[in-house]
């Protein structure tokens, strides 16, 4: 079984577009992430829920909307996107307290 | 405060030989760092972690990893490196205190030679 699931796992688009990319987890944890990966492999945190509340929200900016349904769920919603937004974008899970993360695969966005 | 430095970029061993990744941290709390992987085109593993336990950390994959307060470092090393370890390192600090808030450094890319 997937322990962090996301799709889709390639979005290619255009400029101005609005988008969204789901993740969900079967791990039981209480938190869950998004990360972004430029090309150099740089990783930048975006946002963190915990038990669906949000406690981490980087500069990024307003057009990015993450949204839980549930512990499970973090699906992160894009709108107007520009071309600066393609990266690969990875979700994440992990038990508060304990701080190992699980990634999902990735969903590498493609803005033309 | 906290930040995480991770001296290579890129690191080109031959198969067969030692792997030395290095990664020096600033943390003003107890922190607990780990090591993640990636490989082309696929998500971050976990190697391995440090939580103030032993300062010698065993991983995945014949990894491990010292911790080393005096000088502020968790090296990676493992003693012979094979193809399939060819990837993209990353060393993350988590300081005790930030609730949710990671570190992580810029990775380094390590090449196998065959």
């Known amino acids: 079984d997937t322990a962090v699931s996301q799709t889709p796992k390639y979005l290619v688009t255009q400029m101005g577009n609005d988008k969204s990319i789901k993740c969900e987890q079967n791990l039981g944890h209480d938190t869950m992430y998004w990360y972004k990966q430029d090309s150099k492999k740089f990783l930048k945190i975006m946002f963190s829920?915990?038990?669906?509340?949000?406690?981490i929200n980087e500069t990024v900016p307003n057009r990015f909307s993450p949204k839980s349904p549930d512990k499970a769920h973090l699906n992160l919603h894009i709108n107007s996107l520009e071309l600066g937004d393609s990266a690969v974008y990875f979700c994440a899970s992990s038990h508060a307290s304990l701080g190992e993360q699980y990634f999902g695969p990735g969903t590498r966005l493609t803005v033309t | 405060a906290q930040s995480v430095t991770q001296l290579d970029s890129h690191v080109s061993v031959s198969e067969g030989t030692p792997v030395l990744l290095r990664c020096n941290y600033s943390s003003s709390y107890s922190p607990s760092l780990f090591w993640y992987v990636q490989h082309p085109n696929k998500g971050l593993q976990l190697l391995l972690k440090?939580?103030?336990?032993?300062?010698l950390v065993k991983g995945i994959n014949g990894f491990e990893a010292e911790f080393k307060k005096s000088e502020t470092s968790f090296h990676l090393t493992k003693p012979s490196a094979h193809m399939s370890d060819a990837a993209e390192y990353f060393c993350v600090v988590w300081p005790s205190n930030t609730g949710n808030q990671f570190y992580f450094g810029t990775g380094t890319s390590l090449t196998v030679i065959p």
């Open positions: 829920y915990n038990n669906k509340e949000l406690i």
């Open positions: 440090y939580t103030s336990a032993a300062t």
